[in-house]
């Protein structure tokens, strides 16, 4: 069974930094597709970053494009989502996802991604 549980999100001011986690376990295959999404309340779930575990190939959001960093630590079987020079609209729920290799190649919108985390707040004050 597939499990994702994030860990990292905090209050920082504007400008500060934070390193979100994702620890993955049950996967039986090496070519995935892993994603940040962050959602606010009332609004659609946007996607923040992407990592194709088969190349290492990684997308970002133009909003968060030069500021955020994702990673894979494949002996943790860790996803991180390095987040530097924070603003307050990118306060909200963070989730990880997990999906087929595909949805990092042709398709990035939420339902393609199968597992979810159960998400970490980040607060940003200005």
């Known amino acids: 069974q597939v499990h994702l549980v994030e860990s990292g999100g905090d209050s920082v001011p504007a400008g500060g930094s934070l390193r979100l986690s994702c620890v993955r376990s049950?996967?039986?295959?090496?070519?995935?597709?892993l994603a940040w999404f962050r959602q606010a309340p009332g609004k659609e779930r946007e996607g923040v970053a992407t990592?194709?575990?088969?190349?290492?190939?990684?997308h970002y959001a133009d909003s968060v494009k030069g500021r955020f960093t994702i990673s894979e630590d494949t002996a943790k079987n860790t996803l991180y989502l390095q987040m530097n020079s924070l603003k307050p609209e990118d306060q909200t729920m963070y989730y990880c996802?997990?999906?087929?290799?595909?949805?990092?190649?042709?398709?990035?919108?939420?339902?393609?991604?199968?597992?979810w985390g159960q998400g970490t707040q980040v607060t940003v004050s200005s």
């Open positions: 996802a997990a999906g087929p290799g595909i949805a990092c190649i042709t398709d990035r919108r939420p339902e393609k991604f199968r597992h």
């Open positions: 049950g996967f039986t295959s090496s070519s995935v597709c």
């Open positions: 990592i194709y575990t088969h190349t290492g190939n990684t």
